[in-house]
């Protein structure tokens, strides 16, 4: 996996999809960009990461990439859902570019709403931890942007 011992980043670039909304129930709204590799081979867990809006802006994220267990088992669609820290706003439509820089956890199902919502909370706190080490200046350049929904390996 990859993350902050070898500068290792995945990044993934689309458009913001309208989801469930279950995560703004939650009280973790999400930022959906579908993923073209249906297989799971690269990247699947909750990671920190950075989002980059159209305009440039860059957000830092607790990112989930998978097929949301609690709710689907292993037959969800596959997706990246980015909760961006600290930011309030509509993103359906926009382009966004996630970047996962620490894997934190691998995925995995939860038998209650209230469990799940204990986990994302202590996703969030190590997001905030690891993206106050690693600013968004630091970030790798990308030559070129990926396709939408395809992930791309940098480092």
Not at 82 to 107: I, N, S
Not at 121 to 131: I, M, Y
């Amino acid at each position: 996996m990859a993350d902050e011992r070898d500068g290792t980043f995945f990044v993934v670039r689309g458009p913001v999809e309208p989801g469930d909304k279950r995560g703004r129930e939650l009280g973790f709204p999400t930022a959906n960009i579908a993923l073209r590799d249906q297989r799971g081979e690269l990247g699947d867990g909750v990671w920190a990461g950075w989002a980059e809006r159209a305009d440039g802006t860059r957000v830092a994220a607790a990112v989930s990439v998978g097929r949301r267990p609690t709710y689907y088992g292993a037959d969800g669609y596959r997706l990246v859902e980015a909760f961006l820290l600290d930011f309030e706003g509509d993103l359906y439509g926009e382009r966004l570019t996630v970047w996962l820089g620490k894997h934190l956890r691998e995925q995995q199902g939860f038998g209650s709403a209230q469990e799940l919502i204990d986990a994302l909370g202590r996703d969030v706190a190590a997001a905030r931890e690891w993206v106050a080490a690693h600013p968004a200046d630091t970030l790798p350049t990308l030559a070129e942007l990926p396709p939408d929904g395809e992930v791309q390996r940098l480092g």
